[in-house]
């Protein structure tokens, strides 16, 4: 699985070829964009939830 800063980066670049690039091309990086960009907030959700859970249940705040 992709770490965090790894998607950031590829995030970063994709970003930058879409502004340069026209037409399908800068669609294609858009759309690689926000797919990039949802498995990344997907990681962090993740690692927020394994930090709870290593934590004894008492003490773990409620979900909003």
């Known amino acids: ?16 070829k879409a502004k340069g690039s026209e037409g399908t091309e800068k669609k294609e990086s858009r759309k690689k964009v926000k797919r990039l960009q949802r498995k990344a907030s997907k990681i962090v959700a993740c690692e927020k939830r394994q930090e709870l859970n290593k934590k004894p249940k008492k003490d773990r705040p409620k979900r909003d």
Request: hydrophobic fraction near 50%.
């Open 1 to 16: 699985m992709a770490t965090l800063e790894s998607i950031k980066t590829f995030i970063v670049k994709a970003k930058e």
